[in-house]
């Protein structure tokens, strides 16, 4: 089955300097990789993902970068702020199991002033 | 509202105690599944939903019990708790299970202490 490794485990930046958080997968089949941000206390939420047919997409602050032949994808968050202090997963999952979402187990990303 | 309810919030309770954590979505979403959230480990399936009176196995099914009879609700059945099973549990949805992948929705998450 799939394997997601995320890293770091924790990541301190200061505020309004960039963040990167990496993941690998196993699955070369895998096609869809989204990004969840969980703030203490509360639900997962999306907030980027990302398809295999692209190789990278932005969303104001924050980006996706996918190469899939090194089987990795990260997240880049520039300019970051407080409320950027959260639980970051990656996912990946692969067409026609959509359901098997296989999660990596988290950056905590820390933003101090 | 688009939303994921579940419930209860929290709960704590004893060893071999039967109990039942309720999941409704409201966005007639075919895709329902429930993961439990540990320390350093993630996010982990323990099943999941295609559609009505279809349910499989995630990664971490033992102990667990689902049923999908209606659309809208995936009950997690714990049957006879034990304490291995403290977690967070998070129920999710997504419009459609195969396919290409598309955004799960996330419920607020049930705290179970079982002692």
């Known amino acids: 089955g799939e394997n997601v490794e995320q890293h770091p485990s924790t990541l301190s930046v200061q505020e309004g300097d960039s963040a990167v958080i990496k993941c690998t997968y196993s699955?070369?089949?895998?096609?869809?990789f989204p990004w969840y941000k969980q703030e203490l206390g509360k639900r997962p939420q999306l907030i980027i993902d990302?398809?295999?047919?692209?190789g990278e997409k932005k969303d104001q602050r924050i980006a996706v970068t996918l190469n899939k032949t090194a089987k990795h994808f990260s997240l880049h968050i520039t300019e970051t702020q407080p409320e950027d202090s959260a639980v970051y997963f990656c996912?990946?999952?692969?067409?026609?199991?959509?359901?098997?979402?296989?999660f990596g187990t988290g950056t905590r990303l820390q933003v101090t002033l | 509202e688009a939303q994921v309810t579940q419930n209860p919030r929290y709960l704590i309770t004893v060893t071999g105690k039967k109990l039942t954590v309720t999941c409704s979505q409201n966005?007639?979403?075919?895709?329902m599944s429930w993961y439990r959230q540990d320390p350093g480990l993630g996010l982990r399936q323990i099943y999941y939903?295609?559609?009505?009176?279809?349910?499989d196995k995630g990664d971490v099914p033992e102990g667990y019990k689902v049923s999908r009879k209606e659309k809208r609700n995936f009950p997690l059945i714990l049957e006879s708790p034990s304490p291995n099973q403290t977690s967070l549990y998070f129920c999710?949805?997504?419009?459609?299970?195969?396919?290409?992948?598309?955004?799960?929705?996330f419920g607020d998450g049930t705290r179970l202490s079982i002692l």
């Open positions: 999710a949805s997504s419009l459609r299970g195969d396919g290409v992948g598309q955004p799960q929705h």
């Open positions: 699955d070369s089949a895998s096609n869809y």
């Open positions: 990302i398809r295999s047919n692209v």
């Open positions: 996912a990946a999952s692969r067409s026609g199991t959509a359901s098997k979402l296989t």
């Open positions: 966005m007639n979403h075919e895709y």
């Open positions: 939903s295609m559609n009505v009176e279809v349910t």
